[in-house]
């Protein structure tokens, strides 16, 4: 239903520029838009589409010495574009408020949770500090943090990135702004605190009537929170309109294209569609048959096993004071599963569950407390030395965070000669460059990017240049954790094809690990459900995601984003 309240920031024909060595490139191309009270407009597009930037000139954050803004960014009546610095501080976080995507970053490692919060209120707000912190534990009900008064006295880097999330809403909300702009809030955190943030953010939004600006880069976490939808591609707003108009009648093919790169719940596609094969009309939807994927497992299981971990055990000791005993922790607890030749195996659980703790034990990057790993019949669970580097050539990682894993002063080339190296893959130098430049071209980049450097990529690209070290070595085994969650919906499909089309081709085993079920539910045969340490369900992913038996499993899958 269109609302009928006022509108209390209007943008018309924004463009924005950002001035290099005098040469200026537009980034954002004349867009236009309005929020009106008590309504949520979502900003969907991949990155570099301009969201981000759009936000930041609302909160009047880009560096006015090398960005120029033309067009018009009104708040009430007040001309946005014109304001001094002075005139910006009584307007950000009084009137126009953001909640940031990475609250690690958003919030100052040196000062407590409450402090911080209370800091806002103190500038914009004439009142003493004992009512600012009263004030302070007020927000923290509202939103709905736990044991408030140890969270006020809390360090960030003491709590989970929920409860980061939620002290960054806390003071984004306290006082009482007319517009949130929330910036990618979700994306870092599990199905379960994702939805739980959303449902909060909503909450608030209804309660105290504000207008809130919602971007996000998930198309079904936006139709479940926006009244409006604008849709931007390359700096342009190619869509605009009622959420169920964008969503149920989209116009643009980019828009089409978004609404189905995300992996089916209900299908299970040969490959996923991307932006390009349906641009192009190259793209045919192939599904598999119940009767083909039982066909395929039928041969699958009838092989040994390449991988078994046999009931595995990573513990921590934790201090507990001066003259107290330490405690164990059990990161993971008695785990086992099998890992079959040609199987992609997905592993799903909330932050914290032991996921990324079993990688690494599997890698042999932490030290094994108890049980075994067993490699083609071998038990590797204490390798040292070169049967160790034997191992780790036939069992690769690829890593959640493709710019944390490839080192900044080293080129692309290097960065997949180095590994070729030192396993002594091929002959000499030059078979090993034309190897890698090989590889490129079959992770879909250019033999060009050899001589580039990660920071002059893109996520994507950088992810792909993850996965060609990793597949250099010629490995059996490929653990990816996480190797998608920070991508684009589009970016993610292509990713998924190619890490499919590479299993194919080369004949690798998948240990595929995401806190997003429908990705998991896309790429894996068997799945195994991860909480607290323990494995919680483990069977059929298709059977798993229809059907789960576990009230965990059911939490999670409930926990989905459906979109309209």
């Given at each position: 239903?269109?609302?009928?309240?006022?509108?209390?920031?209007?943008?018309?024909?924004?463009?924005?520029?950002?001035?290099?060595?005098?040469?200026?490139?537009?980034?954002?191309?004349?867009?236009?838009?309005?929020?009106?009270?008590?309504?949520?407009?979502?900003?969907?597009?991949?990155?570099?589409?301009g969201k981000s930037v759009t936000s930041l000139a609302l909160m009047g954050l880009l560096p006015a010495k090398n960005t120029v803004i033309t067009g018009s960014v009104t708040y009430k009546d007040i001309n946005l574009l014109k304001l001094s610095p002075k005139d910006w501080q009584t307007i950000r976080s009084n009137k126009i408020a953001m909640v940031f995507q990475e609250p690690m970053s958003a919030l100052n490692p040196s000062i407590r949770c409450g402090k911080q919060v209370a800091e806002v209120l103190l500038q914009h707000r004439n009142i003493n500090p004992k009512l600012a912190k009263k004030e302070v534990l007020e927000l923290f009900k509202q939103v709905r943090l736990p044991?408030?008064?140890?969270?006020?006295?809390?360090?960030?880097?003491?709590?989970?990135?929920?409860?980061?999330?939620?002290?960054?809403?806390?003071?984004?909300?306290?006082?009482?702004?007319?517009?949130?702009?929330?910036?990618?809030?979700?994306?870092?955190?599990?199905?379960?605190?994702?939805?739980?943030?959303?449902?909060?953010?909503?909450?608030?939004?209804?309660?105290?009537?504000?207008?809130?600006?919602?971007?996000?880069?998930?198309?079904?976490?936006?139709?479940?929170?926006?009244?409006?939808?604008?849709?931007?591609?390359?700096?342009?707003?190619?869509?605009?309109?009622?959420?169920?108009?964008?969503?149920?009648?989209?116009?643009?093919?980019?828009?089409?294209?978004?609404?189905?790169?995300?992996?089916?719940?209900?299908?299970?596609?040969?490959?996923?569609?991307?932006?390009?094969?349906?641009?192009?009309?190259?793209?045919?939807?192939?599904?598999?048959?119940?009767?083909?994927?039982?066909?395929?497992?039928?041969?699958?299981?009838?092989?040994?096993?390449?991988?078994?971990?046999?009931?595995?055990?990573?513990?921590?000791?934790?201090?507990?004071?001066?003259?107290?005993?330490?405690?164990?922790?059990?990161?993971?607890?008695?785990?086992?599963?099998?890992?079959?030749?040609?199987?992609?195996?997905?592993?799903?659980?909330?932050?914290?569950?032991?996921?990324?703790?079993?990688?690494?034990?599997?890698?042999?990057?932490?030290?094994?407390?108890?049980?075994?790993?067993?490699?083609?019949?071998?038990?590797?669970?204490?390798?040292?030395?070169?049967?160790?580097?034997?191992?780790?050539?036939?069992?690769?990682?690829?890593?959640?965070?493709?710019?944390?894993?490839?080192?900044?002063?080293?080129?692309?080339?290097?960065?997949?000669?180095?590994?070729?190296?030192?396993?002594?893959?091929?002959?000499?130098?030059?078979?090993?460059?034309?190897?890698?430049?090989?590889?490129?071209?079959?992770?879909?980049?250019?033999?060009?990017?050899?001589?580039?450097?990660?920071?002059?990529?893109?996520?994507?690209?950088?992810?792909?240049?993850?996965?060609?070290?990793?597949?250099?070595?010629?490995?059996?085994?490929?653990?990816?954790?996480?190797?998608?969650?920070?991508?684009?919906?589009?970016?993610?499909?292509?990713?998924?094809?190619?890490?499919?089309?590479?299993?194919?081709?080369?004949?690798?085993?998948?240990?595929?690990?995401?806190?997003?079920?429908?990705?998991?539910?896309?790429?894996?045969?068997?799945?195994?459900?991860?909480?607290?340490?323990?494995?919680?369900?483990?069977?059929?992913?298709?059977?798993?995601?229809?059907?789960?038996?576990?009230?965990?499993?059911?939490?999670?899958?409930?926990?989905?984003?459906?979109?309209?």
């Open positions: 239903m269109e609302s009928t309240n006022e509108i209390i920031v209007k943008v018309e024909d924004l463009r924005i520029a950002f001035r290099n060595s005098n040469v200026l490139n537009e980034v954002v191309h004349g867009v236009s838009f309005s929020i009106k009270s008590d309504e949520i407009l979502g900003i969907v597009g991949e990155s570099g589409s044991d408030i008064e140890k969270i006020y006295q809390s360090y960030p880097h003491e709590i989970s990135g929920g409860q980061m999330q939620r002290v960054v809403i806390a003071m984004a909300i306290a006082c009482k702004p007319d517009v949130l702009i929330a910036d990618e809030p979700t994306t870092a955190l599990d199905v379960t605190v994702q939805k739980e943030i959303l449902q909060l953010l909503k909450t608030i939004q209804q309660e105290t009537k504000m207008g809130m600006l919602f971007i996000s880069h998930d198309l079904n976490v936006v139709s479940e929170v926006a009244d409006k939808v604008l849709v931007m591609y390359q700096g342009n707003a190619v869509e605009y309109g009622t959420t169920e108009q964008v969503f149920k009648n989209p116009q643009n093919d980019y828009t089409k294209a978004l609404l189905l790169s995300k992996p089916s719940d209900t299908e299970r596609l040969v490959e996923l569609p991307t932006i390009h094969s349906l641009r192009n009309q190259t793209f045919k939807s192939r599904i598999v048959s119940p009767q083909a994927r039982a066909s395929r497992h039928r041969e699958l299981y009838t092989k040994e096993p390449i991988l078994e971990i046999k009931k595995l055990v990573k513990a921590y000791s934790v201090p507990q004071g001066l003259f107290k005993k330490e405690t164990i922790f059990k990161a993971v607890n008695e785990v086992s599963f099998s890992v079959y030749p040609g199987e992609t195996v997905g592993l799903v659980g909330e932050s914290g569950c032991g996921k990324s703790t079993l990688a690494k034990a599997i890698m042999q990057l932490e030290p094994v407390s108890e049980g075994s790993i067993w490699y083609k019949g071998k038990d590797v669970t204490n390798l040292k030395g070169k049967t160790l580097k034997e191992y780790r050539k036939e069992v690769q990682l690829i890593f959640q965070d493709p710019f944390a894993s490839l080192n900044p002063k080293m080129t692309i080339g290097q960065t997949i000669v180095e590994p070729m190296q030192a396993h002594h893959i091929l002959e000499n130098r030059a078979e090993r460059v034309q190897r890698a430049k090989d590889l490129l071209i079959r992770v879909g980049l250019e033999p060009s990017h050899y001589n580039r450097y990660p920071h002059q990529l893109s996520g994507g690209q950088r992810q792909r240049v993850g996965i060609a070290r990793a597949i250099a070595v010629n490995p059996k085994v490929i653990i990816c954790d996480e190797s998608v969650s920070a991508l684009d919906i589009s970016v993610q499909a292509q990713v998924l094809n190619l890490l499919n089309q590479l299993k194919e081709d080369f004949g690798f085993s998948y240990l595929f690990i995401s806190h997003d079920l429908a990705v998991v539910k896309f790429m894996a045969d068997q799945l195994l459900v991860m909480n607290k340490g323990k494995l919680e369900e483990i069977g059929d992913a298709d059977e798993i995601y229809t059907n789960p038996r576990k009230e965990y499993t059911q939490q999670l899958i409930g926990a989905i984003p459906k979109g309209i």
